[in-house]
């Protein structure tokens, strides 16, 4: 049963080539929303073990907000808008100098990129941002996405980078997108409520019962997206024909796990998918 399961989603992993990794703010945010940089630099490491295996990468940064409210000693997420905006604008030069830096040791490039939703909704400016993104892909550069949230306004916002990853990868017509959070994958009920839980080890095709297990789930204190919004872009992906993963990003060696085929976090494929094995890369 094991076995099956592990040749499969191995069978899955060794046919992606274009991958889109978020990593959300609880994950790479310790305690008082101090940025936890081992972490940080153990994930960096596993993205470098994936580019040496002739994958594409992509990040999908959360921890702005987090990493700037640490340096400017706020204890809580604040409401109003522009002192949102403000602790973004501190946290991501911090956020992206700590990728800059680890990635550079490891030998690679990467690139900032901030979008608002509005990007998406014009045709010469989407356009313009996959020539981008597509070019630092040729270099073998690690785009670091984020939203751009000191400008966003309500009317241009994503709010959440669950929204904005799927639209990533969307854009990039990628493979495969890997939701990072602080839990396991999606479970039968929420497991912060629940002793005995069951982790769905995969899902094909997204019904109502997983939705309402997602709206049940207790929001996070500093992420904006919750499991709402990741069945959300899990949906999308399964629209696509793609494959979807939510796991942990705390645990160690999830990403190097998840690529050698481990029953590890939720794997979402859609059903009338079949799997030739074949490898693209
Ligand atoms: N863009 C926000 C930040 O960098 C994160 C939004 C989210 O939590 O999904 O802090």
Known sequence: MWKTDFIKRKEIVDSVKRVVIKIGTNVLTAESY??????????????????SRNRELVIVTSGAIGAGMQILGWKKKPLKMEKLQTAASV??????RFYERMFREEGYNVGQVLLTKDIFESRSRRKNALATLETLLSYRIIPIINENDVVATDEIRFGDNDSLSVMVFELLNADMLILLTDVDGLFDADPKNNGRVNLLSEVVGISERHMSIARGGTPSKLGSGGMVSKLAAMKRVLELNRIGMIANGKKPWIIRDIFLGRRIGTIFISGSRRWTGKKKY
């Open 34 to 51: 101090r940025l936890d940089t081992s972490l940080m630099e153990h994930l960096c490491q596993q993205v470098c073990w994936l580019m």
């Open 91 to 96: 946290g991501q030069s911090r956020l992206m």
